[in-house]
């Protein structure tokens, strides 16, 4: 497996080249494939505290009732300032996105932290410790 950093700028990529980035004193390697796709997570649950696995993934939330994703405090999972969690409302339950005890949920103004409708899309983005971005088709 080569660096990407050492291929010839003509070379073509085949998907299992390294990927070094290093932010904060912290050395993150992937693969040129793993950086192109985005894991899709498919959840049925009315309830939905996000974790480390849910880093850098699609959450598909799907259930008729309203459906309720808690964003942990960083003393109980510590994210990467910078992380992002998508969310898709698939069914017709909306997504209250809420922060635990101490989490600020930043939405634009004139909007709720709720998905507006059925095949809503939200992101949340996290910009300090424990505060997270939410953009998206808010209410």
Same mark, same amino acid.
């Given at each position: 497996?080569?660096?990407?950093?050492?291929?010839?700028?003509?070379?073509?990529?085949?998907?299992?080249?390294?990927?070094?980035?290093?932010?904060?004193?912290?050395?993150?390697?992937?693969?040129?494939? /793993? @950086?192109?796709?985005?894991? $899709?997570?498919? &959840?049925? *649950?009315?309830?939905? #505290?996000?974790?480390?696995?849910?880093?850098? !993934?699609?959450?598909?939330?799907?259930?008729?009732?309203?459906?309720?994703?808690?964003?942990?405090?960083?003393?109980?999972?510590?994210?990467?300032?910078?992380?992002?969690?998508?969310?898709? /409302? @698939?069914?017709?339950?909306? $997504?209250?996105? &809420?922060? *635990?005890?101490?989490? #600020?949920?930043?939405?634009?103004?004139?909007? !709720?932290?709720?998905?507006?409708?059925?095949?809503?899309?939200?992101?949340?983005?996290?910009?300090?410790?424990?505060?997270?971005?939410?953009?998206?088709?808010?209410?």
């Amino acid at each position: 497996m080569a660096k990407i950093s050492e291929l010839a700028a003509s070379a073509v990529l085949a998907g299992d080249e390294l990927v070094v980035v290093v932010q904060g004193g912290v050395t993150y390697r992937s693969t040129v494939a /793993q @950086v192109r796709r985005v894991p $899709i997570i498919d &959840s049925t *649950a009315t309830s939905l #505290t996000l974790a480390l696995t849910h880093a850098g !993934t699609i959450v598909r939330q799907s259930n008729a009732s309203a459906i309720t994703t808690t964003v942990p405090t960083n003393a109980s999972v510590a994210f990467p300032i910078g992380t992002s969690v998508g969310l898709r /409302q @698939v069914a017709a339950g909306a $997504i209250t996105v &809420s922060g *635990a005890g101490g989490v #600020t949920i930043n939405v634009p103004t004139g909007h !709720t932290a709720v998905s507006r409708a059925q095949g809503s899309s939200l992101a949340l983005i996290k910009v300090a410790t424990d505060t997270w971005d939410l953009t998206g088709d808010l209410a």
